[in-house]
Structures are given as C-alpha cells and as structure tokens.
C-alpha cells in the first residue's frame, strides 16, 4: 500500500484478521463464498457500527465506517457467482418439472441446489428468488 490508502489498509487488516481466524476454527473457509461470507459479516458488523454511531451523535465515525462499507461492498462484488436472472431461469424450470402439487418452497430450494451444485451461489439470493417465483405464481 505505498499510496498510504489508511482506510484501506485498515480494512484489508481486518479482512485478513477475520480469515485468518476462521481458517483456525472446525470449519475453514473453503472456496470464494467462504471468503464473501466473512465479507458480509464484516459488513454487517458495519453497519450495526453505522446505527450505533448515529445513535451517539457522532458523525464522525459514521464516515468513517460508510467509508469502510463502501469498500467492503467492493470487495464483495469481486466474488464471482451465479447471476440473479440465471438462478432465476433454473428455478422457473424447477417450479414446473415438479407440477402443481410439490410447489412447497423447501422442495424447491432443494432441487435447485442439487441442480446448481458445484457453482458459485449465494444461497440467500436463491431463496428470495424462489419466494419470488413461488409468490407470482
């Protein structure tokens, strides 16, 4: 970092302290959704950080952890994974090889995985697309 980038030194830190003691725990990190993973509870964490200084006054630290998100959410967006409009047409295809009958959303969740198993995908983003393939339907 010899553009003396402070912020995104800090938060690169941080990154590699929260992978680092994740790679020591019973379940190591594996692949790239590992890694978002810890992102995203990072990102959580920024945010509770965001409430929690707005709540004191204190504008200064919301800033600074806005800062800290913006990047986070950069560093998030460089996980490759399945794209919405796919997981969405695999889905569709799932809804209607199972029928009328088997339309329950664990079922169809299942299948989907099993369908895209192997593949980067975030399991969130498939059960909200099948709430909203289900809920249209």
């Known amino acids: 970092m010899r553009s003396k980038n402070t912020l995104q030194l800090s938060v690169l830190r941080s990154l590699l302290a929260e992978i680092t003691n994740a790679q020591k725990t019973a ?3 594996k692949d790239d959704l590992g890694i978002l ?3 995203n ?3 959580s964490k920024s945010a509770v950080s965001i409430d929690e200084a707005r709540a004191a006054a204190r504008e200064d630290l919301v800033e600074k952890e806005q800062a800290q998100l913006l990047l986070l959410d ?3 967006d460089m996980v490759k994974t399945v794209g919405r409009d796919e997981i969405a047409g ?3 295809r799932v809804v209607d ?3 009328q009958g088997e339309r329950k959303m664990g079922d169809v969740i299942k299948a989907v995985s099993k369908e895209l198993e192997g593949r980067p ?6 059960a909200g697309v099948v709430k909203e393939v289900l809920g249209g339907k």
């Open 121 to 126: 995908v975030v399991r969130a983003e498939v």
């Open 74 to 76: 950069a560093y998030a």
């Open 97 to 99: 090889a199972l029928g």
């Open 90 to 92: 695999v889905v569709r």
């Open 37 to 39: 993973a810890i992102i």
């Open 27 to 29: 379940t190591p990190p």
């Open 41 to 43: 509870k990072t990102r």
